[in-house]
């Protein structure tokens, strides 16, 4: 197998390696000397002094964990410049943050987030403990929670429920797919991340977490103010199956294959090739496949391409990753994918992100599928590698931009469906979308 570039990398090891931080020495006592001699060196070398070496200013555990996130972004931003800080002015970045981050964790977590933020990278963060787990637990595809997988949503800023689990604690409770998270025990979650909110949810099995919700219909309706249910909900150890097979009964006795894909885990390949076995095996067979990427905003990149791989020819271009030398790094179709002929729709969304837009711009690239929506996607063309530290918190730092088979940077910018269509908006029914993507197909 070959060694796939990531956009998500989660790294486990107990402790990140520590690269140019300061030697720590304890000083030794020493006994009582003499004055020191005065030695005369080769000529045009400097007279020395033999004395007691100075005393060692040891940092503080805080201060460390500031040179640590240094050191990863510096080993690893993908701009070269710092956002135009230079060397210099990202090393003082360094020095600035050392000096806040003495008054604890909360201080230096302060002084960390304000030093990234000098680098103008929403994607270049700092990750809480409970963060890390959850975005950790999410590329894992499972963990201990309620069973709902959240997104922020950028126009609005507020966490959603993306995906709920059947049979979890939150299906079981009445929590939907579409519904906002308005608090969880209490604590608004208003301005929050989804990873920081999904860490609230988390907890050990068979404790109990209040969650807020607004449910989607109520808010289109226009009663989001008053309409917000507290729901008691236990946590249990759930697996959040992101791919889902079915069928769509079109006009004319035609019958469309349907997979969706929520998001992309380490799971999300082998969970995708049996999904689509599914959808093929329908009774009485299929005209064409759907795959449905509305509201993917991503996740375990890898997944991404290995999604994408199912359906392309040995040696078709997927992405090409471009780091801060400029070379463009690109990865390609391994095998003969097993489902290559067979015609095929990619549905997408404003919401359709990262991880789904590598997919989708490889197979349109590729004219290997036809991509229909309501309008552009998303726009995110970087990759992030997610480092654990120690004590359990980490940072994602972009460590390169990506390009499409055909060299397209689609950062804020996004994909262009080849057929857009209002039907294909993500209330609308399967049928009236994948009817209007289908009708430009020739089947």
């Known amino acids: 197998m070959r060694l796939l570039r990531f956009a998500l990398v989660l790294a486990t090891t107990a402790a990140a ?24 060196l080769a000529a045009g070398a400097a007279a020395a002094l033999v004395a007691r070496p100075p005393p060692a200013h040891a940092l503080s555990d805080e201060q460390r964990l500031v040179g640590d996130v240094w050191s990863q972004v510096n080993a690893q931003f993908f701009d070269d410049t710092f956002n135009g800080l230079g060397a210099d002015g990202w090393a003082a970045q360094k020095t600035e943050a050392i000096t806040r981050a003495g008054d604890g964790p909360d201080a230096a977590y302060d002084a960390i987030r304000r030093m990234l933020g000098a680098l103008g990278d929403p994607y270049t963060r700092f990750l809480e403990p409970e963060q890390y787990e959850a975005l950790a637990s999410a590329a894992r595809g499972g963990g201990v929670g309620v069973g709902v997988q959240l997104q922020l949503e950028p126009s609005s800023g507020r966490v959603v429920v993306l995906q709920v689990a059947a049979g979890g604690p939150a299906a079981r409770g009445g929590v939907r797919a579409g519904d906002e998270v308005v608090d969880v025990d209490g604590e608004a979650m208003a301005g929050a991340t989804a990873e920081l909110c999904a860490a609230k949810i988390r907890g050990d099995a068979g404790s109990r977490v209040r969650l807020g919700v607004r449910h989607a219909a109520d808010a289109a309706a226009g009663q989001a103010a ?13 697996t959040l199956n992101a791919v889902e097979a079915g069928s769509v009964a079109l006009g004319g006795g035609r019958r469309a294959g349907l997979v969706r894909i929520a998001s992309f885990s380490q799971e999300t390949p082998a969970q995708l090739v049996d999904a689509v076995r599914a959808a093929l095996a329908t009774a009485g067979g299929v005209d064409a496949l759907v795959v449905d990427l509305r509201g993917n905003a991503g996740g375990y990149m890898p997944a991404g391409v290995a999604a994408a791989e199912l359906f392309l020819e040995r040696g078709a271009p997927i992405v090409s990753e471009v780091r801060r030398a400029g070379a463009a790094l690109p990865s390609v179709a391994q095998g003969v994918g097993a489902e290559t002929k067979v015609p095929l729709c990619v549905l997408v969304d404003g919401r359709t992100a990262s991880a789904a837009e590598i997919m989708a711009a490889a197979l349109q690239d590729n004219r290997r ?21 120690v004590g359990g918190s980490g940072v994602s730092v972009t460590r390169a931009r990506y390009v499409t088979p055909k060299g397209r940077d689609i950062h804020g910018v996004g994909l262009t469906p080849d057929v857009v269509a209002d039907a294909c908006a993500a209330t609308a029914p399967d049928a009236r979308c994948v009817e209007a993507a289908l009708a430009r197909m020739v089947l």
């Open 369 to 389: 599928a036809t991509l229909a929506g309501p309008g552009r996607t998303f726009g995110k063309g970087r990759i992030q590698n997610v480092q654990r530290l």
């Open 226 to 238: 008053e309409n917000v249910q507290t729901l008691e909900l236990e946590r249990a150890p759930v």
């Open 17 to 40: 390696v520590r690269v140019g931080e300061p030697t720590i020495r304890t000083p030794r006592r020493v006994a009582p000397v003499s004055p020191p001699r005065r030695h005369v």
